[in-house]
């Protein structure tokens, strides 16, 4: 199984609203990383887990919060988003010693 | 800051026709990967290259790592419609590192 999985795979929200992204893996990986990607950009990194801690946090705001309760799940909540908050959320998890990423299928996020 | 150059940036061409595509920094990176992405989709992992000199076939896709680990090229033979994407390449600064820095992309249409 070499897949990462992502529900949902939209999502419409307001700035009001509190929803949470999930990303799920069960290749053993031990990393797991959020990543937030615009149109015509690259993935730019959010924050990654290593054995299930926070090891890094890009200086994402605190309206992003995330969550890994064990080493193949990972959360992303979301409350009091922006509209420029819209963007496709990837999941990814690596093993260590090339740090191969592999992505999933992404949620599309619109805030409105 | 690390910084890998993607070049061109896009590219249109028949089918049939083939193209490299170009990735390239001052910095050694200890590992670099090559993703496609289609739009609204996750980018999927193609290849990583680990060695200097290092050279990688997937059928028509021909990868190969720089010799001083700086810089990396993505040579596509034949090229069909279902190449069509967006090629990213993305580096792995060192051992254990978490990050990796991305290209920004090129845009590949192939026209039938």
């Known amino acids: 199984d070499t897949e990462v999985t992502q529900t949902p795979k939209h999502l419409v929200m307001g700035m009001t609203n509190k929803k949470s992204l999930k990303c799920e893996q069960h290749?053993?990986?031990?990393?797991m990383y959020w990543y937030k990607q615009k149109a015509k950009k690259p993935p730019e990194l959010m924050f990654v887990y290593s054995y299930e801690k926070l090891s890094i946090n890009e200086s994402v705001p605190s309206r992003f919060s995330p969550e890994c309760p064990n080493s193949s799940l990972l959360n992303l909540h979301l409350h009091a988003l922006q509209p420029e908050d819209s963007a496709l959320y990837l999941c990814?998890?690596?093993?260590?010693?090339?740090?191969?990423?592999?992505f999933g299928p992404g949620t599309r996020l619109t805030v409105l | 800051t690390q910084l890998l150059e993607q070049s061109p940036q896009f590219l249109s061409i028949q089918e049939g026709e083939n193209l490299t595509v170009y990735c390239n920094s001052s910095s050694v990176f200890s590992s670099l990967q090559w993703y496609r992405q289609e739009p609204g989709e996750g980018p999927v992992l193609l290849v990583t290259v680990v060695t200097g000199g290092e050279v990688k076939k997937l059928k028509r896709l021909t990868f190969q790592f720089g010799d001083a680990r700086k810089d990396s090229s993505l040579h596509i033979t034949a090229a069909q419609p279902g190449d069509t994407g967006l090629y990213l390449c993305?580096?792995?600064?060192?051992?254990?590192?978490?990050?990796?820095?991305f290209g920004k992309g090129t845009k590949l249409s192939v026209i039938p």
């Open positions: 993305a580096g792995v600064s060192g051992a254990g590192s978490y990050q990796l820095t």
């Open positions: 290749m053993g990986h031990r990393a």
């Open positions: 990814a998890s690596s093993f260590k010693r090339y740090n191969e990423q592999f």
